[in-house]
């Protein structure tokens, strides 16, 4: 089942403050096409020891199942992002178990379920029956764990920053474009950090492809069409490599 995304940079997009030239091209950009991100090769395959959530809004071993995630992307990324000379300084992680009135300066919406604040660099998730009440879905809660985290590796490597530069007003041309190609590259880099360790999970290819059509959904003009949606998601997890994930120089017809 598909859940509503609300992704992160979307809301700061409302603070932000950063009147841009009328569609700025990201190709103007070495922070962007040519990132030192792209340049620290594959990933070698490691270990997560994934425990698959058993019951529905299992508080608890959601928890568990967070921490366990969040030690194997601060492990793996850490490593990666030294091969490319970039300083890594982990996220910080906030759980909790019902809807906050406002996070990051923003009023908090009754869909929403997670988000990364740059100010803070933290990851907040809420685990409650929006996010925990479907399947046990536990894969679902990986996916938007390493997604938040694939948005602090686009801060740590001055990604984030570069695309608020060339980021049009909300309305203009090239507004969706750009914060597609942002979130695009999020689920590639997802991709990534999973490829890198799912021979260790207790997991089929095909539970792999289940999240990836669910995580798709119908599409959307923001985060992606479907196609674009999976075709960089499964780009990442068949590569392993960050370089694979470089949105910013791809054709428009892969970034729909």
């Not at 490319?84 to 009023?107: E, H």
């Not at 679902?140 to 694939?150: D, E, G, M, P």
């Not at 590639?188 to 539970?207: E, H, K």
């Not at 992606?224 to 997890?237: E, I, L, Q």
Request: aromatic share 10%; charged share 25%; proline share 6%.
């Amino acid at each position: 089942m598909r859940r509503t995304l609300i992704p992160g940079l979307v809301l700061t997009v409302a603070l932000a403050g950063l009147a841009t030239p009328a569609h700025a091209d990201p190709a103007d950009d070495p922070k962007l096409t040519e990132n030192t991100l792209y340049t620290g090769g594959t990933i070698p395959r490691s270990t997560c020891a994934e425990k698959p959530i058993k019951r529905r809004n299992d508080v608890a071993a959601a928890k568990a199942y967070v921490t366990l995630l969040m030690g194997c992307l601060d492990r793996v990324w850490s490593k990666q992002l030294a091969k490319s000379g970039v300083k890594f300084r982990k996220p910080k992680v906030k759980l909790l178990t019902k809807d906050p009135a406002s996070y990051c300066r923003l009023k908090w919406e009754k869909n929403d379920y997670s988000d990364y604040c740059e100010d803070k660099r933290e990851i907040l998730l809420v685990l409650d029956r929006t996010l925990l009440n479907v399947d046990p879905d536990d894969l679902w809660l990986w996916v938007t764990v390493a997604s938040r985290y694939a948005e602090h590796v686009q801060y740590l490597t001055g990604i984030e920053r570069a695309m608020f530069k060339i980021l049009p007003e909300e309305g203009e041309p090239g507004f969706d474009e750009t914060l597609r190609r942002t979130f695009l590259q999020a689920y590639c880099l997802t991709g990534v950090f999973t490829g890198s360790v799912y021979a260790s999970m207790p997991r089929r290819a095909s539970d792999w492809r289940g999240v990836v059509k669910d995580w798709a959904g119908p599409g959307d003009k923001t985060m992606g069409s479907a196609k674009s949606v999976t075709y960089w998601m499964n780009r990442g997890f068949s590569s392993r490599n960050p370089k694979y994930c470089n949105t910013w120089s791809a054709p428009n017809a892969q970034v729909a």
